[in-house]
């Protein structure tokens, strides 16, 4: 199973599109979201090409290949749009017998854990910073933002499969890469 996740769109058209491109190249088989999709945020500057319209439209044409965590620029409004649930607080999956809690970030994060056991993968968005941590106890992985990079990263998103995370910028080159076997 080959799949893609993205952080942090914000709004962009342009960067929509290019998730909507990139997810079909990379054939993955589900693209997991990890929020804020529509608004830019308060704390943002608008992102290139920001046109929540149109990201409506690229998102609704890929409904049943997206799973979805609420960001803390979702709300209900922004659910009664998009044809695809956004409103969970996480997703937990178990990938290659590992347990993965997925969540934007806001709430459960680093500083504010969520329930996890020995070796589990903690994987976030929200602060637009790519990383992959062993933490001793758990695995914390961030894809970083597609629209709106922070702290010198470059636009970016992520795919796992092979037991393999890879962060990948826009041309589908590896910036870094995590094995859980």
Known sequence: MKLMFASDIHGSSYYCKK?????????????????????????????????????????????????????????????????FPILADYIFLYL???????????????????????????????????????NGNYIYINPGSISIPKNGNKNSYMTYSDKTFKIKNLNMETINEFSIS
Do not use: W
């Not at 409506?56 to 799973?67: V, Y």
């Open 19 to 83: 998730i909507k491109e990139i997810y079909e190249k990379e054939n993955c088989e589900k693209l997991i979201l990890l929020g804020d999709l529509l608004y830019h945020g308060p704390r943002n500057d608008l992102p290139k090409d920001y046109n929540p319209k149109k990201v409506i439209n690229i998102l609704n044409s890929m409904k049943n290949e997206i799973l979805c965590v609420r960001g803390n620029c979702d709300c209900e409004v922004d659910q009664m749009v998009l044809e």
């Open 96 to 134: 290659d017998n590992k347990a993965v809690f997925i969540t934007h970030g806001h709430k459960y994060n680093s500083s504010s854990l969520p329930p996890l056991k020995q070796g589990d993968i903690l994987i976030h968005g929200h602060t637009h910073i790519q990383a992959f941590e062993n």
